[in-house]
């Protein structure tokens, strides 16, 4: 073999060699990139996640601080509210277990539908085994007991409740049973459990403070509690403050007599 076929040869194997090792490094470049790549938006995912909990959160706190002050403007500003809890608050739970699924509600004829469309999130099923009565009312001028001012308070932050009774004893649905309400905001029930609006119904009551509650409203709630506990394993019934002893005082001036006493 002369030495230009040796040459050339030599030469080939040189470029091919070259040529793979280019191959191999931009191979390995790329699978670089598409990690960094993943990562970055699992990255950016929980972090939208978790900045979407903590609006959940500001806004279910800084509603009882509205309905207890006059000063309404001021209470608007989220950056005076207090900070949010863990991504667990907005948690779908299990499916729903009930006593008696063959049990309808309670008649229709005492219960109005008055479904809204903010303050809540939407589930395929959940476990509900307590109940929260909450007070509220209009601060924000003109009739205090005016239900579609406090569903205008309730909409300007985004929050709910399942249930609303006005002084007549109506009984407003607001949010179906199933679907978790955005009511209770941060807490414990007295078996320390959090999360607590993923398996509770919440239930207001319209009266200022200072007023109390007519006995048309105790005997709707007193209807409505005992409807749920038939289709439900209900292990309390309580208050807002019974959660959240530190910063909540609703239901105010409430008689829990009226409705045979808490379930703690």
């Not at 978790?50 to 800084?62: R, S, Y």
């Not at 063959?102 to 939407?122: A, F, R, V």
Request: glycine share 8%; charged share 30%; net charge negative.
């Amino acid at each position: 073999m002369n030495k230009r076929i040796i040459i050339t040869i030599v030469t080939l194997l040189t470029v091919i060699s070259a040529s793979v090792g280019t191959w191999l490094f931009m191979e390995k470049k790329n699978d670089t990139t598409i990690i960094l790549n993943t990562h970055q938006k699992e990255v950016d995912g929980n972090k939208e996640e978790t900045e979407n909990v903590q609006d959940v959160e500001v806004q279910e706190d800084i509603l009882s601080e509205v309905i207890e002050s006059k000063d309404i403007g001021k209470q608007k500003n989220p950056e005076k509210a207090e900070s949010a809890e863990p991504a667990e608050s907005t948690e779908v739970v299990k499916e729903t277990q009930t006593k008696d699924t063959s049990k309808e509600q309670l008649s229709t004829s005492k219960i109005k539908d008055n479904l809204i469309s903010w303050g809540h999130q939407k589930t395929s099923g959940r476990t509900i085994d307590t109940i929260i009565v909450h007070s509220v009312y209009n601060a924000t001028g003109g009739d205090e007991h005016d239900l579609k001012k406090i569903l205008g308070i309730f909409k300007d932050y985004d929050v709910s409740a399942h249930y609303i009774i006005e002084r007549d004893g109506t009984i407003n649905r607001l949010v179906n049973e199933k679907d978790v309400s955005w009511h209770a905001g941060a807490g414990q029930t007295p078996d320390g459990r959090s999360n607590v609006n993923g398996f509770s119904i919440g239930i207001e009551m319209i009266a200022q403070k200072g007023v109390g509650y007519k006995s048309a409203q105790y005997d709707a709630l007193k209807s409505l509690i005992k409807d749920i506990e038939g289709r439900y394993n209900i292990k309390y019934v309580i208050g807002h403050k019974d959660i959240a002893p530190d910063r909540k005082e609703d239901p105010w001036d409430f008689d829990w007599d009226q409705i045979g006493g808490k379930r703690q």
